[in-house]
């Protein structure tokens, strides 16, 4: 669904403020542009892949940005230009990331995998917080939404350790950022998606797909989440309607976490 399409299905709850995406060109990145400018941000698009990266800009009437989220001076560019486009910088949804196949159990992952993983899932994240901060201080408000997982929170015998660990790691930063600027009127939370139908997703199981079956399995909901279904949730969070929402684990599972069966 497009932005023009799901205007009127949503609220207009972010009408004047501005809201930066990395990882915008695709899955839950694009879904969230979408949303985020149905319900009134100006969207800043950041993404490597140039041309979709455009094509989500051009979608959505923002802006779109190259960014290399783990290059630092390119971070700050991406904020910068925000903030000098619009004049604020209100939402920062950073959710690149990546989840290679060479990314496995501990016992088979090399430490190029496990560090390439950490840079582009972790490193990025305090990149990008470090960078938006000083705007949302010198503003007094602004909510920062950083994608963890699912299995931040829960153990998985289909490891994928550097992932699992690098979403740990976004969710104890978020809390602790969340916790530090709260008095400043700024709220840092760790969306937590389960598995998320997405061309990511999709690329991993492709190659094993017994794995995706594994993990299907134990699913309540019976099926993996639409992107739009997380950028729902991403929604909520950069609005006001979450104002006493902050330093939490937000986890949009489809009851994973809480299963001990699933039913048949």
């Known amino acids: 669904m497009s932005a023009t399409e799901n205007e009127t299905a949503v609220c207009r709850r972010l009408v004047g403020r501005t809201a930066v995406v990395t990882g915008a060109g695709s899955g839950i990145g694009l879904a969230t542009a979408r949303r985020l400018a149905s319900e009134g941000a100006n969207v800043v698009c950041a ?45 920062a949804f950073n959710n690149a990331g990546i989840s290679p196949p060479d990314d496995d159990s501990i016992l088979e992952t090399g430490l ?5 993983v950490q840079h582009v899932n972790l490193t990025s994240v305090y990149l990008c917080c470090k960078a938006v901060l000083p705007y949302m201080r010198a503003q007094g408000r602004g909510s920062i939404i950083n994608t963890a997982s699912f299995v931040a929170v829960m153990g ?38 389960g598995p998320v139908n997405t061309p990511l997703l999709k690329e991993l199981f492709a190659k094993d797909p017994e794995r995706a079956q594994r993990r299907l399995v134990h699913v309540p ?13 991403v929604a909520f969070l950069a609005s006001d309607d979450s104002s006493f929402v902050n330093a939490a684990e937000f986890l949009v599972d489809g009851g994973i976490a809480g299963a001990y069966v699933t039913p048949q």
């Open 156 to 193: 998985a015998a289909t490891s994928q350790i550097s992932y699992t660990a690098s979403k740990g790691g976004v969710l104890a930063m978020s809390r602790e950022l969340g916790v530090q600027f709260a008095r400043e009127g700024i709220r840092v939370n760790a969306l937590c998606p």
């Open 112 to 116: 190029e995998a496990w560090q390439r």
């Open 47 to 91: 993404d490597v892949d140039a041309e979709r990266g455009e094509a989500a800009a051009q979608e959505v009437g923002g802006r779109y940005v190259a960014a290399d989220v783990t290059d630092p001076d390119q971070v700050e560019a991406l904020f910068r230009t925000a903030h000098e486009t619009y004049g604020s910088v209100d939402i």
């Open 221 to 233: 909901a019976g099926r993996f989440a639409e992107a739009e279904e997380i950028a729902s949730a």
